[in-house]
């Protein structure tokens, strides 16, 4: 009897213990910290970048009635605004938009003479690849479409007395960087080439009327701030 009673009150000893145990377990449970993986903001597929771009056409051109006739045209320094869509953390599109005005004079032949000016809205359209795998400074290439038109066109005094440039499309390329000082702020650097060349016609004083071709192919340099919502 005395036995049977020892290994009943060892076999209660032993599940109090087994009790406290999983009581005192349940409680460090409950005060533990729970492990909670960190979310990653996703980057938002826009992004802008507000910049001052320097545009530099190419010194040439033509009149086909004068021989020996060349045409050059201004620089200008504008504000230009671009707007860009990711369609892949690589692969974006690229809208670009600003006025500039330019004055065109005459070279060779036409040496002194000045032809006109004009405003410049020069929209375009560029498919881009950008480089991830450099940290902060992100790289790209692209190439795509302009189309420029041209407006309030003057013609200048006394030697032309009417000077128009045509509408046009371009091929363009480009190459730049963002450089970014967090998630959303950054610096821009980008460089364009377009290969633009409208066809222009003008009148002369004495009635004469004159064609001909402005090979502007501009440079677009570009510098500024960059934002990704």
Same mark, same amino acid.
């Given at each position: 009897?005395?036995?049977?009673?020892?290994?009943?009150?060892?076999?209660?000893? @032993?599940?109090?213990?087994?009790?406290?145990?999983?009581?005192?377990?349940?409680?460090?449970?409950?005060?533990?910290? %729970? #492990?909670?993986?960190? =979310? =990653?903001?996703?980057?938002?597929?826009?992004?802008?970048?507000?910049r001052a771009l320097g545009v530099v056409p190419r010194d040439s051109g033509y009149v086909d009635q004068i021989a020996g006739s060349s045409l050059k045209t201004s620089d200008a320094i504008v504000p230009e605004l671009d707007?860009?869509?990711?369609?892949?953390?690589?692969?974006?599109?690229? *809208?670009?938009?600003?006025? +500039?005005?330019?004055?065109? &004079?005459?070279?060779? &032949? *036409?040496?002194?003479?000045?032809?006109?000016?004009?405003?410049?809205?020069?929209?375009?359209?560029?498919? $881009?690849? /950008?480089? +991830? !795998?450099?940290? @902060?400074?992100?790289?790209?290439?692209?190439?795509?479409?302009? #189309?420029?038109?041209?407006? &309030? $066109?003057?013609?200048?005094?006394?030697?032309? %007395?009417?000077? /128009?440039?045509?509408?046009?499309?371009?091929?363009? =390329?480009?190459?730049?960087?963002?450089?970014? %000082? !967090?998630?959303?702020?950054? %610096?821009?650097?980008? =460089?364009?080439?377009?290969?633009?060349?409208?066809?222009? &016609?003008?009148?002369?004083?004495?009635?004469?009327?004159?064609?001909?071709?402005?090979? *502007? !192919?501009?440079?677009?340099?570009?510098?500024?701030?960059?934002?990704?919502?």
């Amino acid at each position: 009897m005395t036995k049977f009673l020892t290994a009943v009150s060892a076999l209660a000893l @032993a599940a109090a213990f087994n009790l406290v145990s999983a009581n005192a377990d349940a409680a460090d449970l409950a005060t533990r910290p %729970i #492990y909670k993986a960190p =979310v =990653v903001a996703e980057s938002s597929p826009w992004m802008i970048r507000l910049r001052a771009l320097g545009v530099v056409p190419r010194d040439s051109g033509y009149v086909d009635q004068i021989a020996g006739s060349s045409l050059k045209t201004s620089d200008a320094i504008v504000p230009e605004l671009d707007i860009t869509y990711f369609f892949t953390k690589n692969i974006a599109a690229e *809208l670009i938009l600003g006025v +500039t005005r330019h004055s065109v &004079s005459g070279a060779g &032949s *036409l040496t002194g003479i000045d032809v006109g000016k004009a405003w410049l809205l020069p929209p375009t359209l560029t498919l $881009q690849y /950008h480089f +991830t !795998d450099f940290g @902060a400074f992100k790289p790209y290439v692209g190439a795509g479409v302009n #189309y420029t038109f041209f407006f &309030s $066109q003057s013609a200048a005094c006394c030697t032309v %007395i009417d000077s /128009h440039l045509k509408d046009a499309f371009a091929p363009a =390329v480009q190459i730049g960087f963002d450089y970014m %000082i !967090d998630q959303h702020w950054g %610096i821009n650097v980008d =460089v364009k080439k377009l290969w633009l060349r409208p066809e222009w &016609s003008g009148t002369l004083a004495n009635g004469t009327p004159i064609t001909g071709k402005v090979n *502007l !192919d501009p440079w677009l340099i570009g510098t500024g701030i960059t934002y990704r919502f």
